[in-house]
């Protein structure tokens, strides 16, 4: 079955360092997503991305972030610098339309631990 | 600004009996629900959905009730299965843009007692 594929599955990165999480959507997907989870709170919307553009970004998606699509199989998040909030499992997910689409398939995600 | 709220963080059930998840949402805007299940070093794995025409969705053990007038929805599985043990999600949307942005519950621990 078609994964989803996030590298580093963790890393621990120093307060102001900037750090880049790694995704690989479904190869026919067109719509990428960024999600994080910081621990013992709920599943929050970052970003979505379509057709080489942010369509919609949450109030957390702040100056520090960004996202790329450098090539045609890879989608990226960038941390500038990081803050100790910043802490969490990062979720990268696609869907193959995102207006039909039933639901997403995540990946297993990133856990950054900020130190 | 909790627009989607599971207040039960964990439930215990005995294998073999109905397990109850519940969900309660605020924005009326939403029109699509589903249920995310979660197990531990993994992502979010989609479960179940309902669009807000419908009051039912079944699909094998999993069944997703939704009641607009209260602004709630229920998971029931039934029979429950120690596999099953996992937290739950439950997600809604409202469409923007043409993507579906996702917003997520605090999630609630399903424990199934074998």
């Known amino acids: ?115 | 600004d909790q627009q989607v709220k599971q207040n039960s963080p964990s439930l215990s059930v005995q294998e073999g009996r109905i397990s109850i998840l519940n969900c309660d949402y605020t924005n009326s805007m939403f029109d699509y629900f589903l249920w995310y299940k979660k197990y531990p070093a993994e992502g979010p794995t989609f479960l179940i959905s309902i669009s807000s025409i419908k009051d039912k969705n079944e699909d094998g053990r999993f069944t997703v009730f939704l009641n607009k007038s209260a602004k709630h929805l229920s998971l029931h599985i039934v029979p429950s299965q120690p596999g099953d043990s996992a937290v739950y999600f439950c997600a809604a949307s409202a469409p923007t843009s043409g993507t579906y942005k996702y917003i997520f519950g605090t999630g609630t621990r399903l424990k199934v007692l074998a």
Request: negative net charge.
């Open chain 1, 1 to 115: 079955e078609p994964e989803v594929t996030q590298t580093p599955s963790h890393q621990v990165t120093q307060m102001g360092q900037e750090v880049i999480l790694r995704c690989v959507p479904i190869s026919n997907h067109l719509y990428f997503y960024w999600y994080r989870q910081i621990l013992g709170q709920k599943v929050e919307f970052l970003v979505s991305f379509y057709n080489n553009e942010i369509s919609e970004k949450s109030e957390i998606f702040d100056d520090q972030f960004s996202v790329e699509r450098p090539d045609g199989s890879n989608f990226t998040l960038k941390i500038r610098s990081t803050k100790l909030e910043d802490s969490a499992m990062y979720f990268c997910a696609s869907s193959e339309r995102g207006d039909l689409d039933p639901g997403y398939t995540f990946g297993s995600g990133t856990r950054l631990t900020v130190v």
